[in-house]
């Protein structure tokens, strides 16, 4: 079974991030990169399968520009065998992701395709949908369990009523939640092997994708400052102050 994992480069989640001046974006400058830790699991996941002796091949793509191969590098220490970038530059919309993604699902014919359930910067919780329904492929999102039985991919996804279970034929495309697995952490031998893994680098026209958004970002704010707290000496004074200060009882 062949697994594609799709990671996306994103401001490392230790990072207090700010909006730009002027409100048009967030500010990346000199700010710390990661892979978005969804997209990290998904990795994580796809390695695993890989030591079962279920995955033959794991292939990690990240689309982005050039930057975005560190990302790519650090999925490849992680224990992928090779990664794909698809080199643009520019913020891109998921439809627009979906469709490179679906580009490089047809070049290189997976039967597992893994990504994050959710990109840590823009929350958008879009793309492995859009992949599936433009590759009219079966879904299995915020999974917390994958299983691969009789050549089907057996999910379990945390709802809101428990636990379901989902069987899917593949080509499958699944999208990681937090409790699906631990990320390890790669070791230092294997960062070095990893520079030399395959990476090949594609124009979205070399996958036949033409990207154009029908989305435009009006601006970023960061949320309003919290107000200090006060202590209050007593209960009476809590229950006055919420009844006639704070008007909420
Ligand atoms: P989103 O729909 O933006 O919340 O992203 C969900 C998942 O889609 C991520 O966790 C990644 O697996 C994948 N994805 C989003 N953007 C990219 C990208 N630029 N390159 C590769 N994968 C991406």
């Given at each position: 079974m062949k697994v594609l994992v799709a990671v996306k480069r994103v401001v490392d989640y230790n990072v207090k991030v700010r909006a730009k001046a002027d409100g048009s974006a967030v500010d990346l400058a000199n700010v710390k990169m990661a892979i978005n830790p969804f997209c990290e699991i998904a990795v994580e996941e796809a390695v695993r399968l890989k030591e079962k002796g279920v995955a033959t091949e794991v292939v990690v793509v990240s689309i982005g520009p050039k930057a975005c191969q560190e990302q790519i590098r650090t999925a490849l220490a992680l224990g992928a065998d090779r990664g794909i970038q698809v080199e643009v530059e520019g913020d891109l919309q998921p439809l627009a992701i979906a469709r490179l993604l679906n580009g490089v699902v047809a070049k290189e014919q997976p039967d597992l395709i893994i990504l994050g359930?959710?990109?840590?910067?823009?929350?958008?919780?879009?793309t492995g949908q859009m992949l599936a329904a433009l590759g009219s492929m079966g879904q299995g999102t915020f999974a917390s369990e994958l299983v691969v039985e009789d050549g089907k991919v057996k999910v379990t996804r945390e709802v809101d009523a428990g636990l379901q279970t989902l069987s899917i034929t593949t080509p499958a495309v699944v999208t990681a939640d937090l409790r699906l697995n631990e990320p390890r952490y790669a070791s230092l031998p294997n960062i070095m092997k990893a520079k030399k893994k395959q990476l090949d680098v594609y124009s979205p026209a070399d996958l036949g994708v033409e990207v154009s958004g029908?989305?435009?970002?009006?601006k970023v704010e960061p949320p309003a400052e919290r107000q200090a707290g006060i202590k209050v000496e007593s209960v009476e004074q809590l229950v006055d102050k919420l009844k006639n200060e704070a008007k909420v009882i």
């Amino acid at each position: 079974m062949k697994v594609l994992v799709a990671v996306k480069r994103v401001v490392d989640y230790n990072v207090k991030v700010r909006a730009k001046a002027d409100g048009s974006a967030v500010d990346l400058a000199n700010v710390k990169m990661a892979i978005n830790p969804f997209c990290e699991i998904a990795v994580e996941e796809a390695v695993r399968l890989k030591e079962k002796g279920v995955a033959t091949e794991v292939v990690v793509v990240s689309i982005g520009p050039k930057a975005c191969q560190e990302q790519i590098r650090t999925a490849l220490a992680l224990g992928a065998d090779r990664g794909i970038q698809v080199e643009v530059e520019g913020d891109l919309q998921p439809l627009a992701i979906a469709r490179l993604l679906n580009g490089v699902v047809a070049k290189e014919q997976p039967d597992l395709i893994i990504l994050g359930k959710q990109s840590i910067d823009g929350d958008n919780n879009q793309t492995g949908q859009m992949l599936a329904a433009l590759g009219s492929m079966g879904q299995g999102t915020f999974a917390s369990e994958l299983v691969v039985e009789d050549g089907k991919v057996k999910v379990t996804r945390e709802v809101d009523a428990g636990l379901q279970t989902l069987s899917i034929t593949t080509p499958a495309v699944v999208t990681a939640d937090l409790r699906l697995n631990e990320p390890r952490y790669a070791s230092l031998p294997n960062i070095m092997k990893a520079k030399k893994k395959q990476l090949d680098v594609y124009s979205p026209a070399d996958l036949g994708v033409e990207v154009s958004g029908n989305i435009k970002i009006l601006k970023v704010e960061p949320p309003a400052e919290r107000q200090a707290g006060i202590k209050v000496e007593s209960v009476e004074q809590l229950v006055d102050k919420l009844k006639n200060e704070a008007k909420v009882i």
